[in-house]
């Protein structure tokens, strides 16, 4: 199996021609950021799937999605800012061609003047009393906003933006009081010990504890922003040319690449502790059983960190008032490597506490089956597949398609009638692990076709034929299913080998990345970060493209998201959907996919919780969608107020229970009794299976498919 990739290193794999760019090392952050522009522009021209001409066309393209992601709701920069940028409209081409930092410089310069005269304004604005009462309205739909001409228009903006989230921390009070009240009532009502503490609040008192909690937010948030390296806007604004290409070009900064790794592999090296902020302080959150923090028996949830010493011979670095990111990236590091904490204690002392860093897994990323027991007496297995993960970097590291085959095994041993595997919500990840996955099921043939921006079409097979898994098998996906995962549902779809329920269509990326390392271009130690550049799209063994279409199931039901705009289609610089001719390939299975639907329709029809769950999807994008929401208080009140009335109908879907018989594999009975950690999350698991209302009928598709 492929599993080190260093310049074919694809987010979907594929081979790639060898390119130089010769630079001498730059000397300084300038003529780093200048190097960077120059080598990602000739990266786009020379390696992307469809390059675009760097024309006066293309930089009014990434004018305006540079100011999308800069300043969405037109709230940092004045009209006369934007007055002044436009000159750069149609010359933002010229300056990535030559490496120029002018726009860059002047809007991000801008950008922190802005900040601070905003930070100024809503402090002043939060120390005097707020009026709620005035007749007013803020908003909500960005396209309809417009950049404030004055700097009393400005305030104006700020202020309303004020209001709105004093309303919604009242709001939340509100709710929290009424809970609270509930949970007295039943206590006294059944006789229980009444340990709740019930503080009601008049609405001045809410007020002024909401515009106090308001104030602490967004002083907090102008903290952080300020707190930002100007350099990392350098990533926002290369960003804007590379989308531009398509929704999944990205450069990525050396440190956004650790982090796109460490979600990939599902592991980090650290010591197996959450960072939370709180008002400029770090206190350490839950801490992973096993891992280093856990074993010191030094830490706790709650200590305050006040330093770290990230290597042995430095100097510890005061972290009081750092981003979280900024001291996690302190605290991690090469395995096998000591890392000193200072922290407080919950009781005031202070002490150095030294871990020797180890790999954490996040195993939320892993694959993880169950056995569910139907009322027909049917055992059947569920297998939830969160990502397509693999670890480039190690050879003996967990992917996506190992721990599935195990999974199968495990379910395998337990002899049951069918599988149901889980790829809803799955964004995709490696190629490679596709093909494997799809030969866990079926025998030696063509899984997808991918094709270059030359035209070469390559098919990709699985080769094996020795199957883990040859008994009934539905798929399960919705919107949010996307690239290789949309592989996998289309080839066993296009096979006949697995049904696929759930939403009407996937998400509908059909294209393929790969990771192209800045360095490789430039005679330096530097890092200079990574472009992901898409250099390929895919098609289904029919010859259909994926691209914007996405995969149709063949049992639909509505969701949470089908009335969302989610998907590539929705995205302005999405490639094209287009169509190649066939792969030979040769069907295993002919499912009867109408009967099916038909069998799941006449269920669902007059299923209360469906036709809820349907009318709740509806309600929330409708909500979505308002363009103003008003100021003042009474009528605020009165709206949260409709909506709660709305919300409680919605609430029996929280007592929703499947009645579904779900049990874990011994191992990890066994395993709950020593990891406390991992016995809350299966508790977790479980309940959200038996509130899953889709798991439930998928699996009554299944049990058809076993008879």
């Not at 592991?267 to 280093?292: C, M």
């Not at 705009?565 to 995205?571: K, L, N």
Request: charged letters at 30%; glycine letters at 6%.
């Amino acid at each position: 199996m492929f599993k080190n990739f260093k310049w074919n290193r694809i987010f979907m794999f594929a081979p790639l021609m060898t390119l130089m760019f010769c630079f001498n090392a730059p000397q300084n952050d300038d003529e780093k950021m200048q190097t960077i522009m120059v080598s990602v522009k000739n990266t786009l021209s020379y390696l992307h799937y469809a390059p675009k001409p760097i024309n006066d066309a293309y930089s009014a393209e990434v004018y305006n999605k540079f100011f999308e992601s800069a300043d969405p709701d037109k709230r940092i920069f004045l009209q006369s800012d934007m007055d002044e940028f436009s000159k750069h409209k149609t010359k933002l081409d010229d300056y990535l061609n030559n490496g120029d930092l002018t726009f860059y410089k002047a809007t991000t310069d801008r950008l922190y003047q802005r900040l601070d005269d905003i930070d100024k304004m809503t402090q002043d604005i939060l120390s005097k009393p707020i009026d709620l009462n005035e007749d007013d309205s803020m908003i909500l739909e960005p396209k309809l906003k417009k950049n404030a001409t004055t700097i009393a228009d400005q305030k104006a903006e700020w202020k309303r933006y004020v209001k709105y989230y004093i309303l919604r921390e009242m709001e939340t009070l509100n709710n929290k009081e009424e809970s609270a009240k509930k949970r007295k009532d039943s206590l006294i009502a059944n006789k229980l010990k009444d340990t709740v503490k019930l503080e009601i609040l008049s609405a001045d008192q809410k007020r002024i504890k909401a515009q106090g909690e308001v104030k602490d937010l967004i002083t907090d948030m102008f903290r952080r922003y300020k707190k930002r390296k100007k350099n990392d806007w350098f990533t926002v604004y290369m960003n804007a040319y590379t989308e531009v290409f398509d929704p999944h070009t990205n450069y990525f900064s050396p440190k956004d690449k650790e982090d796109f790794d460490t979600n990939f592999t599902g592991k980090i090296i650290g010591i197996g502790a959450l960072i939370q902020e709180k008002k400029g302080y770090l206190y350490l959150g839950d801490l992973t059983i096993g891992a280093p923090a856990w074993k010191s028996k030094q830490l706790a949830k709650g200590d305050k960190i006040l330093k770290v010493r990230s290597k042995p011979k430095e100097d510890p670095v005061n972290v009081v008032g750092m981003l979280t990111e900024e001291a996690v990236r302190l605290i991690r590091g090469e395995k096998g490597t000591p890392v000193t904490l200072t922290v407080e204690k919950t009781d005031g002392t202070v002490k150095d506490v030294t871990l020797i860093r180890e790999e954490v897994a996040i195993e939320d990323t892993y694959a993880r089956s169950s056995i569910i027991n139907s009322p027909n007496g049917k055992k059947l297995g569920y297998i939830y597949l969160p990502g397509f993960y693999a670890d480039f970097e190690d050879s003996k590291g967990r992917n996506a398609s190992d721990d599935v085959k195990a999974e199968l095994l495990k379910l395998k041993a337990q002899k049951v009638d069918g599988v149901v595997l889980d790829l809803r919500n799955n964004g995709g990840g490696s190629l490679t692990e596709v093909v494997d996955i799809m030969g866990l099921f079926i025998n030696a043939g063509p899984v997808v076709q991918v094709k270059d921006g030359n035209g070469k079409i390559n098919v990709l097979s699985n080769k094996t034929n020795a199957p883990v898994w040859t008994g009934p098998l539905v798929i399960m996906q919705n919107e949010l299913s996307a690239s290789a995962s949309e592989i996998l549902t289309g080839a066993m779809q296009d096979y006949g080998r697995a049904a696929i329920v759930g939403s009407p269509q996937s998400f509908g990326k059909g294209t393929v990345q790969t990771f192209v390392s800045l360095n490789r271009f430039l005679n330096t130690s530097d890092d200079f970060g990574d472009l992901k550049l898409t250099i390929q799209k895919y098609y289904r063994v029919t010859g259909e493209s994926t691209q914007r279409k996405g995969v149709e199931s063949d049992v639909k039901m509505q969701d949470l998201y089908t009335y969302a705009e989610i998907g590539e289609r929705y995205d302005q610089f999405a490639l094209p959907w287009d169509k190649i001719a066939p792969a030979k390939f040769n069907k295993v299975n002919n499912i009867n996919t109408a009967s099916l639907q038909q069998s799941i329709d006449s269920k669902i029809k007059n299923n209360t919780n469906y036709q809820l769950l349907v009318e709740s999807a509806k309600w929330r994008e409708a909500l979505s969608k308002e363009e103003k929401i008003t100021l003042n208080e009474a009528k605020y009140m009165a709206l949260m107020k409709e909506r709660k009335a709305q919300i409680e109908k919605f609430k029996a879907l929280d007592k929703y229970n499947n009645g579904l018989k779900i049990s874990l594999h011994a191992d990890e009975v066994a395993r709950e009794k020593k990891d406390e950690t991992f016995a809350k999350k299966s508790e977790n698991w479980i309940k959200n299976l038996q509130k899953d209302f889709y798991l439930k009928e998928t699996l009554d598709a299944l049990e058809q498919s076993t008879k």
